[in-house]
């Protein structure tokens, strides 16, 4: 019975063993690592109004002799457009003071546009093409003021959440002045910052 119990204690100690040293358990589970989410892409969606400044420049030439220049011009628009997804369709109203000497006493003073504009929704960014009613307003050489038309094309990026700048190249043909037989075309190029909403 003595060897018995001794047995028995030596294999108890045996089994024992190994679970006071540490034991041989299951290995342990390497860590999960997860990866960082990407920063979600802004919402770039062109539906609603905007206002904004520009500056841009103006060239005019008319079919009177000795009138036609060019300078700057300084101007306010305001806009609402509509994104459909792929497409965008937008209206609105621009006007530009402008002091350009045209020669003969007559100054080219202002012009202002009402017009519609749509284009392809690039995401950040949008290409459109513009056309509209114009009006151009001068002083002085008494050929007075002219409605008329104008065509051309922009480009439209937003720059943060809420502010976008653009360019914008117009072609504009006026012949109704108040001096009978006095046409003019005007090429105006201008930059803007616009603020949506």
């Given at each position: 019975m003595k060897h018995l119990t001794l047995i028995a204690a030596g294999f108890s100690a045996l089994i024992a063993a190994p679970a006071l040293a540490g034991g041989v358990g299951e290995p342990a589970?390497?860590?999960?690592?997860?990866?960082?989410?990407a920063p979600m892409a802004p919402d770039n969606n062109w539906t609603g109004f905007s206002v904004g400044a520009q500056l841009g420049y103006g060239d005019v030439s008319t079919n009177a002799a000795g009138v036609g220049g060019d300078d700057a011009l300084l101007g306010l628009r305001a806009y609402y457009d509509y994104d459909f997804g792929n497409f965008i369709l937008g209206g609105g109203i621009q006007y530009d003071y402008a002091d350009i000497d045209l020669g003969g006493g007559i100054t080219a003073d202002s012009v202002g546009r009402l017009g519609l504009r749509a284009g392809v929704d690039l995401g950040q960014n949008w290409l459109y093409g513009t056309a509209g009613f114009a009006q151009a307003q001068t002083s002085g050489g008494g050929i007075g003021d002219?409605?008329?038309?104008?065509?051309?094309?922009?480009?439209?990026?937003?720059?943060?959440?809420?502010?976008?700048?653009?360019?914008?190249?117009?072609?504009?043909?006026?012949?109704?002045?108040?001096?009978?037989g006095v046409d003019a075309d005007a090429t105006t190029g201008a930059i803007s910052v616009n603020f949506r909403f």
């Open positions: 589970e390497p860590p999960v690592t997860v990866a960082p989410s002219s409605d008329g038309w104008f065509a051309g094309a922009g480009y439209e990026v937003f720059v943060a959440q809420d502010i976008t700048v653009g360019a914008e190249v117009l072609y504009h043909e006026f012949d109704d002045f108040d001096a009978a």
